[in-house]
Every structure is written in structure tokens, then in C-alpha cells.
């Protein structure tokens, strides 16, 4: 579950504390071919795995490894054609999704929420290792804004416990005690998110600016978070080296197990769980 609770308090209820968990997989090289169902058998798997925990997964993002913003799909199209949406049946995208069924697009635009932001328009998508068009910020809106980053932390998901002792998500490299962390903060992603609202609001296009105007409004949010950093860390953290092979998750099917997905991308996934004050617009 998301959504942790409404706040009681003087502001009302539109406030509430909202857990957002992003299971993100590095992918090796060559990408997915099988991009309609293989990214829902592995979400929907690990949320039934890990049903009703503190680390149940509300995303999941795939990526080349050592690249993350770069496609996980062999093709453009393969990756075009998971997120673009054809709303009206002409046959042409109408918008790019944010997220489909949980499968997100990319870590620098997370929703709150599953279903809880949109894009107005559409985004080109890319092909292997080339990077993912992101929205303009103008042009995603939602239900769920961001008011504050109240708390992050992440894990890799690796099979023995000695790999998180030793080099776990925190530990700082750089530093003599092995027992120095580092740690995640959350600051950095919230004012990631304030500098995406200035940023528009002095934007020459699809900002405050291009009208002219002192009196003109603001585009409200922001609906998404970056979670570039909280990524970064964990590649460089547990040291994610190779990325799981494009070819044994392209065979999974409905059928496939928890216990064979957990050993197949052991070392090359993690889970990001960010804690946040929202508000309901």
C-alpha cells in the first residue's frame, strides 16, 4: 500500500504521509525483446513476494546497467510501444505514460503514486543504452503534489547477508572505517523537486516568463521526484556489475518463481522506499 494515511490535522485531510517503493532492475546489454508481459510477471511476482511489507514494490524500473536513464528495450518501438498510449483508437499516441501497471519510465519522473501523475503529451522512447526523452515538466500533471521529503533509504536485493554488511547501500568506500556510512538524503530529492517548480517558473517556454507577465499562475506540483541520486548510491554502494541477462528474463513467464527471479538478478536490483508529505489536488 502507497498511501500510509491521511494527516488529522489543521490543513485537512487533502495531506497525507505516502510511501513510494521502486524496485529498479539493471539490465545487461542487448536489452529486452519481451517488454509487454516479462516487466508485469516481475513486479507482479515480487509484490505478491513481499505482500504487505515495508518493502513491497509500487514500481519497477529497468534500465541498462551503468546507465540509468538509458533504455532497457531492444528497439525504440519495443519501448515505445509499452508506454505509448492511443487513446482514442486512431491508431496514433496520444500521450506517453509516466508508468504502466507499475512499469516506470524513467527514475527521474516517479509518481507519488501508481496512477497518480500523467503527461499531456508524448515522449520518443529509445532503443538500448540510448536515453530515454523525458516530459517537460509543464507537461505532467496529477492528483498527488509533493509538499516535503520526509525520510529515504534503499537495499540491494542480493542473497547473502555478507554483501550487505560489507558494502552495504551506505558504506562509505572512501573511508578507512568500514563501518562509516554514508546514507541517502532526502533533502536532495526534495530540492531536486523545488528547482523542477523555479526552473518552470522561469522557463522561457511553458513558464511564467513566455507570457510576459508577473500575474500569469503557475503550473502546480510538482507530481513527480527524481530519483537519480538514490540510484546512483546503489550502484555504487552494493556495486551492481554486470546487470541480469536480457535472455533469461525475456524467457520468464506467469509461471516463472519468486525463488528463480531472486536468483537470476541477485546483485543487479535493488529497492528504493522514499517516505513523503503530499497533498491531494
Request: charged content about 15%; glycine content about 10%; some cysteine.
Amino acid at each position: 500500500m502507497t498511501s500510509i494515511g491521511g494527516l488529522d490535522v489543521a490543513f485537512g485531510a487533502r495531506m497525507q504521509v505516502v510511501r513510494t517503493n521502486v524496485m529498479c532492475l539493471a539490465v545487461a546489454s542487448t536489452g529486452l525483446a519481451n517488454t509487454t508481459t516479462v516487466p508485469k510477471y516481475i513486479l507482479n511476482t515480487y509484490k505478491e513476494a513481499l505482500k504487505g511489507t515495508v518493502v513491497e514494490p509500487d514500481f519497477l524500473y529497468l534500465y541498462e546497467v551503468a546507465d540509468m536513464d538509458g533504455s532497457f528495450a531492444t528497439t525504440a518501438a519495443i519501448h515505445s510501444n509499452l508506454f505509448n498510449q492511443d487513446n482514442d483508437g486512431d491508431g496514433t499516441a496520444d500521450v506517453t505514460a509516466l508508468e504502466v501497471g507499475g512499469v516506470l519510465r524513467l527514475i527521474s519522473q516517479c509518481p507519488l503514486a501508481r496512477n497518480s501523475a500523467f503527461a499531456d503529451t508524448t515522449a520518443a522512447g529509445a532503443a538500448d543504452g540510448a536515453t530515454v526523452a523525458p516530459h517537460y515538466y509543464y507537461d505532467i500533471n496529477g492528483n498527488l503534489a509533493l509538499e516535503a521529503v520526509i525520510g529515504l533509504s534503499a537495499m540491494a536485493l542480493d542473497d547473502t547477508a555478507a554483501d550487505m554488511d560489507a558494502t552495504g547501500v551506505f558504506s562509505d568506500a572512501g573511508s578507512a572505517d568500514t563501518n562509516a556510512y554514508a546514507g541517502l538524503f532526502p533533502q536532495a530529492i526534495q530540492a531536486l523537486a523545488f528547482k523542477d517548480v523555479y526552473d518552470n517558473a522561469t522557463a522561457t517556454e511553458g513558464g511564467n516568463l513566455n507570457a510576459g507577465s508577473k500575474y500569469t499562475g503557475m503550473h502546480k506540483g510538482p507530481f513527480t521526484v527524481n530519483l537519480t541520486t538514490a540510484l546512483q548510491q546503489l550502484e555504487t554502494g552494493p556495486s551492481i556489475a554486470s546487470g541480469a541477462a536480457a535472455a533469461t528474463l525475456d524467457a520468464y513467464t506467469s509461471s516463472t518463481t519468486f525463488g528463480t527471479m531472486a536468483a537470476d538478478i541477485t546483485g543487479d536490483a535493488g529497492i528504493i522506499s522514499m517516505v513523503s508529505l503530499a497533498k491531494v489536488v
